[in-house]
């Protein structure tokens, strides 16, 4: 399984920062032929969607 790590935005220093204590997010639903090493998170105001490619196409595979 994979996870995604969560930040916290702090607004004294205008930027996300990790934290040990903020729990992995575990990834689900994914196709067992996405690549983890090409992925991006897209947020359009109420849902985020996770967009990983397929490793033997230039095609995107849709988490959400």
């Known amino acids: 399984m994979n996870f995604v790590h969560q930040a916290i935005f702090s607004r004294e220093k205008n930027l996300y920062q990790f934290y040990p204590e903020i729990p992995l997010l575990p990834v689900v639903g994914a196709p067992s032929d996405a690549n983890w090493?090409?992925?991006?998170?897209?947020?359009?105001?109420?849902?985020?969607?996770?967009?990983?490619?397929?490793?033997?196409?230039?095609?995107?595979n849709v988490v959400s």
């Not at 090493?37 to 995107?60: E, I, K």
């Open 37 to 60: 090493r090409r992925w991006s998170m897209l947020h359009d105001g109420s849902d985020y969607r996770m967009y990983c490619f397929n490793p033997h196409s230039a095609r995107q």
